[in-house]
């Protein structure tokens, strides 16, 4: 009989296992990607993905560089697409309208479309803080920061904005009522004229064309019903976040992570109730100035996600039939190429470009580093250095090479204007930025004096080798300056050493 009853739970408990999985069918796809660069926004449409990927600057500068692609369903790369100057920011988003992939600058609101067939971001009108539409409603949304957000619904017929304390939210119309889900609530709003009229209402002149536009968030839900509300999480090591809300089979369904895992449930007695948890350990988020990639015609999304391997990333993609979730990997890693390499690459390119310096071009140092597989890091903005004042010199040419998991080299290449001719090579030893970012913040800082003081054992081993090289080159120096750089003049050619090991080759 003990039998009997435990085979009965058994069988309980597995059909009820199956039927929750049958619930929401939620299916798993791996891509192998080759890229350089951590993802920005990115999303899925029409069996194409279209991503950015950002670069980071090294020394430069705190921004990075973007760039950005269209793969195919394989992850290969079909299309590169230059980024325009407006959108080398980080604060922008990629969404879809009327069968378009839009780009919005967050500050300015400048507005790109994808033009497919140019292969080009075509710059159109100014984007509006749009977060839904239907027959009845177009509804707004801002986010003001620290002084909160508000959502807005303009009646169509009567033009009458009623408010509601919101910021930028998910917004679902399911059984003819309105879901606004948030990071850590759900409301409800079955009639929105029951909300408080705004006394500040949405204008677009306003708030996109005249400039940045500020207010303060609202405050107010009269007239919403508040289903779900997490109020116990750490403000700053939040362990809870509600993702999405989407519709299937008829029923409303929340994706959400908590201290556990990343899960699919529904809403009961103010609850989430999970039906399902996902394989692996995934974290889904949406970047705060991306906030119209949300749904399209309610059936529609896709939500980026990260993992604890910086590599390893993806999209959760919603549709009307069930959940996909499209895993990256990304096969692309930066070459590092040791001590001894470094060292022996640097002697030998310094010989070559001494002795053929009077008529070295552009051409020639940019095949040498492409053979090397450098990184271009060559700057947008210009640059110039003091050594040659009064020559029309361009921004330089910069490569960069890891040569161990502390240092990086950068080379720089100065060179003329009208005839590409090289007139400045600079060989410099910088910290190396991905290796800083590989330890955790708190390990960085607390053993930040003991990896300064390695760089500095780093930096004064390149300068003592350097000195040896130039030693057996070119014997003594001609000059050494109060602050230790030396100098050493050979012909027209001037070349310095300084104790921050930073070798420097320029023509008179």
């Known amino acids: 009989m003990k039998n009997i009853v435990l085979i009965i739970l ?38 194409k993905y279209y991503c950015y990927f950002r670069r980071d600057n090294d020394k430069f500068s705190t921004g990075s560089n973007h760039y950005f692609y269209i793969l195919n369903k394989k992850g290969k790369v079909v299309s590169e697409i230059e980024v325009p100057e407006e959108l080398q920011t980080f604060y922008y988003d990629l969404y879809v309208k009327n069968d378009t992939i839009f780009t919005t600058e967050y500050f300015d609101n400048e507005t790109f479309f994808l033009d497919e067939r140019s292969k080009k971001w075509q710059k159109t009108k100014k984007g509006i803080d749009i977060q839904y539409e239907d027959k009845d409603y177009v509804v707004y949304s801002r986010d003001f920061g620290e002084w909160g957000g508000v959502t807005w619904f303009k009646d169509k017929f009567s033009d009458i904005q009623y408010e509601v304390q919101a910021t930028t939210p998910i917004i679902n119309k ?112 949406h970047l705060p100035y991306d906030t119209r990639n949300r749904i399209l015609n309610n059936t529609y999304q896709t939500i980026q996600f990260s993992t604890e391997n910086p590599n390893i990333y993806g999209i959760i993609e919603v549709d009307d039939k069930r959940v996909n979730v499209v895993t990256f990997e990304n096969t692309y890693r930066e070459r590092v190429y040791g001590d001894q390499y470094i060292k022996k690459w640097v002697e030998k390119s310094f010989d070559f470009y001494f002795s053929n310096f009077d008529n070295l071009h552009l051409k020639k140092v940019d095949k040498i580093e492409q ?19 009064g020559k029309d010199i361009e921004t330089p040419r910069i490569y960069r090479k890891l040569e161990n998991e502390k240092l990086s080299l950068l080379t720089m290449y100065y060179y003329s204007t009208q005839e590409k001719t090289i007139e400045l090579i600079k060989f410099e030893w910088t910290r190396n930025r991905n290796y800083n970012r590989s330890l955790a913040p708190i390990e ?16 004064k081993e390149r300068y003592e080798s350097l000195a040896n090289f130039l030693f057996r080159k070119f014997g003594n120096p001609n000059m050494i300056k109060d602050n230790g750089t030396q100098i050493w003049e050979i012909n027209n050619v001037v070349i310095e050493l300084s104790d921050g090991a930073e070798l420097i080759m320029y023509k008179r």
């Open 444 to 459: 960085y800082f607390s053993r930040h004096e003991e990896i300064e003081k390695e760089r500095e054992i780093l930096y």
């Open 371 to 389: 053979k090397e597989k450098a990184r271009d890091l060559t700057q947008r903005h210009k640059m110039t250095i003091h050594l040659l004042d």
């Open 174 to 285: 399911f059984k003819n009522a309105y879901y606004l889900t948030e990071s850590h609530s759900i409301i409800k709003i079955d009639n929105p004229k029951r909300l408080e009229v705004s006394k500040q209402p949405y204008d677009y002149k306003v708030a996109v064309l005249s400039g940045r536009y500020w207010r303060e968030g609202s405050y107010s839900t009269e007239g919403a019903e508040i289903l779900f509300e997490k109020t116990d999480d750490n403000f700053f090591n939040p362990t809870f976040s509600i993702e999405t809300t989407f519709t299937l089979n008829n029923k409303l369904y929340h994706l959400y992570t908590d201290s556990l895992s990343t899960k699919i449930g529904t809403l009961q007695e103010n609850q989430l109730i999970p039906i399902y948890v996902f394989k692996n350990k995934i974290q889904p988020f």
């Open 10 to 47: 058994f069988n309980l408990s597995f059909l009820s296992c199956v039927s929750q999985e049958q619930e929401v069918e939620v299916r798993y796809e791996n891509v192998k990607i080759h890229i350089v660069g951590e993802p920005g926004p990115l999303l899925k449409y029409k069996d």
